[in-house]
Antibody
Framework: EVQLVESGGGSVQPGGSLRLSCAAS????????MNWVRQAPGKGLEWIGL??????????EYAASVRGRFTISRDDSKNLLFLQMDSLKIEDTAVYYC??????????WGQGTLVTVSS | DIQMTQSPSSLSASVGDRVTITCRAS??????LSWYQQKPGKAPKRLIY???TLQSGIPSRFSGSGSGTEFTLTISSLQPEDFAAYYC?????????FGQGTKVEIK
């Protein structure tokens, strides 16, 4: 059974940093691309980025809203996906989901972790 | 960036109704579109990929159609468990972009 478990969420002040992790199990982690998607309270879904696999040289793509502030990485040896978030803004407050990628789009999703940016 | 305009933003329907949700892309995305269902407090679930291919395990009352810039998600006979929010996602071009969502409520 595919499982994705996000962790690392919490409260942080504007301008601060946070690192989210996503622990994967139940599939060959180094196979698929992986995404991060977020959802602000009461709002819709926002795709924020993706990391390709080893064959794709672990290259990344980002939404404009986070490019230059967020960094996605992965450790295939530990089945872990990361989201390093720097220079956080109030509008980054959201539930953050990690997802697998199959058939070209997010497939399995974690349960999400809440990040609150507030002074 | 490609803008995805979803309509309606909300609708009220009864059990057994046929429901159609539309997504329009600001430019041609071929058939590279997926549909998701999200229930309150839960992670989204993929229903459809490649515009019209039903995800394994999803009931056949869900169907998708369209290509280019206009797409539809149809629920042929709405069931109590289908009351939820629905989102389209284009993944033809980076950045990937979601529609703003459609909330399906009980009439």
């Amino acid at each position: 059974e595919v499982q994705l478990v996000e962790s690392g969420g919490g409260s942080v002040q504007p301008g601060g940093s946070l690192r989210l992790s996503c622990a994967a199990s139940g599939f060959i982690f180094n196979d698929p691309y992986m995404n991060w998607v977020r959802q602000a309270p009461g709002k819709g879904l926002e795709w924020i980025g993706l990391i390709r696999d080893k064959g794709g040289r672990y290259t990344t793509e980002y939404a404009a809203s986070v490019r230059g502030r967020f960094t996605i990485s992965r450790d295939d040896s530990k089945n872990l996906l990361f989201l390093q978030m720097d220079s956080l803004k109030i509008e980054d407050t959201a539930v953050y989901y990690c997802t697998t990628d199959s058939r070209g789009s997010p497939d399995y999703w974690g349960q999400g972790t809440l990040v609150t940016v507030s002074s | 960036d490609i803008q995805m305009t979803q309509s309606p933003s909300s609708l009220s329907a009864s059990v057994g109704d046929r429901v159609t949700i539309t997504c329009r892309a600001s430019q041609d995305i071929r058939n590279v579109l997926s549909w998701y269902q999200q229930k309150p407090g839960k992670a989204p679930k993929r229903l459809i990929y490649a515009a019209s291919t039903l995800q394994s395990g999803i009931p056949s009352r869900f169907s998708g159609s369209g290509s280019g810039t206009e797409f539809t998600l149809t629920i042929s006979s709405l069931q109590p468990e289908d009351f939820a929010a629905y989102y389209c996602l284009q993944h033809n071009t980076y950045p990937r972009t979601f529609g703003q969502g459609t909330k399906v409520e009980i009439k």
